[in-house]
């Protein structure tokens, strides 16, 4: 592949795709520079398109109409406007108001572009298939690839931009129909082959786009697979026919297709670059596909405009868009698992199922959905059992004889600071502080049940009387300084990753000196080559561990716990028998999920029997490993069914760490989809965690049904008294974030310096 030009700006630039990304980009470059000569080949005719319309933003109409003002007010001409968003229950229409969409039909917007490309003199090239980009990158300075989601350009040079495309579960057909929705319409229809959704919106005074989609089984068991446009367009409308009001719907070049998420490792080649749907994809449930395009030629645009030459300026056009596309692919996964696991929220009230479908990708949140829709909210709300002026996440929960006077919980982190597994001061000004900021469950560090269950020297242990006595003295703090909150205990066994440094030396690396042996499920080391291998634990082993559980909680209770998690996540012992990655075990402790759960079932047994009957048990699990072959996401709501059958008052659905190979999608509150399939298919109650941030997302998981409690690290370890906080921003004064009285003079945010200085009255020229 030829190196890019040296000159500031490309002079012959060449555009693969006649799509959004491809027109408007070739659009921009030649109105910043008419010297420049761009060719553009599509290989349909001009008005040869798919689909029907396409929804933007008012920050992307914005950015065109300062970049393009003619392009911007042909788009203003055109666009239909709606607020509002009908969600169909059951029968039942719910509205929310607020959200403001702009549409218009994609033959539309191409002859706008079209349009706009000819009156600046790019030449374009209809029914032309272009040549390979390899050659055109030999002739031209610059190369735009925006070939779409089949991209040639990106198959012919895979080695380099290194693709990953995803085909997901269900099918779906672009279809229209010849009237317009008054709002954003989602119907639901439950038939005798599965459920069927419809997503339609106008885009324009007399016609709707119609989205059909159903999971792969649920489409060929309907007989879809069968059937051609015209005969689909017609099943189609005879299921959606309330919602079409008994209108037909018609197709354009229509067939039923399963969206493909791609992701590529870069995006430009030489001179070569990828643009739109060529160099990633999200999923049309968030309406993202034309914005991206669009953003994207803005972007590539501006940079080669900004940067001295054409390398440093394909570098940034990436550096700029990767973040942004990212974090919407992260949202439209979100969105498009919250359509593929669509059945298991029927049976939730109306105006929750509303709520859940509007939060799903996590970018609508209970707060900015307050603002858009108080009213709709507050109903919510309502239905969720919230006093008037109570967040969500201040209502009270039980478990068994528990209480606990709001829905937060301080997630377990090891400290590493414990000396011969005693906890010392930190642990109660750590713990201590945490309880008196105002979390309903403080929970401990996983507290070992014997000294070779250790993960580290510094770990904390519940395995001699000295080290119950250290924790009776931080119980008796909390309950005693911090009333109404909870302090409860995670009881666990290192398992294969034991006898390691403390955290800051080296996670996961073994001691120079002073190595315990390990035991396991199976003989394999964490890292083979680095860390030991452990002994794999016959009856008398297992045995011998289950005691030492039990023996670790009869001192919690004496200590005084007020609930006791049994550590069966992040590859320690306990989930090193679950994983199949992990237990390569032929016994009666190996082999299929069942025989995998029998040991940590009866750990969980053995302990049930000795825990107090009026405290609650939760269990914490790895919902997935992250890795090919091992815990999947239907395996983990077995796992869960199954401690749930032996008397689990609770799922804490944690994710991973259980193989170094694993590959997590971390993002915003990337863990809770595995919580919340979990408590909509069993409807146990569960422990949501991983990188919830705010109290928003806390309020919006629990309103949107999706968690009943929620666990946060980080953010107490950057304030302590976060729950209390969230309370003060959110204008709560009641039982469920109740101050300390030492501390109820800081119960208002402190007043800060005056940044409103009067404005001048008279200004003289």
Known sequence: MPAPGEGRSPLRIAVIGGGPAGLYAAALLKRLDPARAITLWERNAPDDTFGFGVVLSDETLGGIEEADPVVHQALRDEFVRWDDIDIVHRGRILTSGGHGFAALGRRRLLEILHERCQALGVELRFRAQAPPAVELAADYDLVVAADGVHSLTREAHAAHFAPRVTTHRCRYIWLAADFAFDAFRFEIAETAHGVMQLHGYPYSATSSTVIVEMREEVWAAAGFDTLDEQASAEACAKIFTDALGG???????????????VVNQRWSYGNTVLLGDAAHTAHFSIGSGTKLAVEDALALAVCIEEQPDLPAALAAYESERRPVVESTQRAAAASLRWFEELAQYLDQPARQFAFNLLTRSRRVTHDNLKLRDPGFTDTVEGDFGCPPGTPPMFTPFRLRGLQ???????SPMDMYSAVDGVPGDFHLVHLGARALGGAGLVMTEMVCVSAEGRITPGCAGLYTPEQATAWRRITDFVHQQ???????????????????????????????????????????????????????????????????????????????????????????????FLSPLTNQRTDAYGGSLAGRLRYPLEVFDAVREVWPDDRPMTVRISATDWAEGGTSAEDAVEIARAFAAHGADAIDVSTGQVVPEERPEFGRSYQTPYADRIRNALGVPVVAVGAISSWDDVNSLLLAGRADLCALARPHLYDPHWTLHAAAEQG?????????????????????????????RLSLN
């Not at 606990?404 to 301080?410: I, Q, S």
């Not at 205990?489 to 996961?508: I, N």
């Not at 080391?525 to 030492?548: K, S, T, W």
């Not at 101050?739 to 945010?749: F, I, N, Q």
């Open 404 to 410: 606990l006077k709001n829905r937060v919980v301080v």
């Open 247 to 261: 209108r037909p719907l018609r197709g354009n070049k229509s067939s039923w297709t399963a969206f493909r998420t």
């Open 482 to 576: 911090a009333p109404g909150t909870a302090l409860g205990v995670q009881l666990g066994h290192s398992g294969r990753k034991g006898s390691t440094r403390l955290m800051w030396e080296g996670m996961d690396q073994p001691l120079d000196t002073g190595n315990w042996p390990l035991a396991a499920a199976s003989p394999l080391p964490y890292r083979a080559g680095v860390n030991q291998v452990p002994r794999a634990l016959d009856r008398a082993g297992l045995a011998a561990i289950r005691e030492q559980f039990t023996d670790a909680a009869r001192r919690a209770a004496d200590c005084g716990f007020d609930l006791l998690e049994l550590h069966c996540a992040h590859g320690y012992l306990l989930s090193g």
């Open 732 to 760: 709560y004064t009641g039982a469920g974030a109740d101050w300390p009285l030492p501390y109820r003079a800081g119960s208002r945010t402190p007043p800060t310096g005056r940044t409103d200085a009067p404005r001048p």
